[in-house]
């Protein structure tokens, strides 16, 4: 069922997801970009370069967040903007748990022709993760 512009108000509260992060995500995701940079999958390489650990992907943290949204319009193709600032790196040890990624998501602006703004708060291990995380949707 798709969301109705009439239905939403500033301050509608989008329904948060976790998503885990394990050392095998990084290896598909790596696999499926042809992103291969060793922080991604090297520890050695990743704490040379002065990194705490193996770091997710910048591009699959933002992915990872912008479901919120699209789980909650049920239409990717609603999706007509989005953007974010990279603000800290996702650790993800080789501990067999990995790291999670905690995303909330508010209305908080309504624009013309049926769309809104959503603004999205990323945090992973107690730290914001992504900042000026918003994305323009059009509703039904």
């Given at each position: 069922?798709?969301?109705?512009?009439?239905?939403?108000?500033?301050?509608?509260?989008?329904p948060a997801q976790s998503f885990p992060v394990t050392?095998?995500?990084?290896?598909?995701?790596?696999?499926?970009?042809?992103?291969?940079?060793?922080?991604?999958?090297?520890?050695?390489?990743?704490?040379?370069?002065?990194?705490?650990?193996?770091?997710?992907?910048?591009?699959?943290?933002?992915?990872?967040?912008?479901?919120?949204?699209?789980?909650?319009?049920?239409?990717?193709?609603?999706?007509?903007?989005?953007?974010?600032?990279?603000?800290?790196?996702?650790?993800?040890?080789?501990?067999?748990?990995?790291a999670v990624i905690e995303v909330s998501g508010k209305v908080a602006a309504l624009l013309d022709d049926r769309?809104?703004?959503?603004?999205?708060?990323?945090?992973?291990?107690?730290?914001?993760?992504?900042?000026?995380?918003?994305?323009?949707?059009?509703?039904?």
């Amino acid at each position: 069922m798709a969301i109705s512009f009439d239905e939403v108000e500033v301050g509608t509260v989008l329904p948060a997801q976790s998503f885990p992060v394990t050392r095998a995500t990084l290896v598909r995701y790596a696999g499926a970009s042809g992103d291969f940079n060793p922080i991604h999958w090297n520890e050695k390489f990743a704490l040379e370069v002065g990194l705490p650990d193996v770091i997710a992907h910048g591009m699959f943290t933002m992915a990872e967040a912008i479901r919120v949204v699209t789980d909650w319009v049920g239409d990717p193709g609603a999706v007509v903007e989005y953007g974010v600032r990279f603000t800290k790196p996702v650790p993800v040890p080789n501990d067999g748990v990995g790291a999670v990624i905690e995303v909330s998501g508010k209305v908080a602006a309504l624009l013309d022709d049926r769309r809104v703004r959503v603004d999205l708060v990323a945090m992973s291990g107690g730290q914001k993760v992504l900042g000026m995380s918003r994305a323009v949707v059009r509703l039904a």
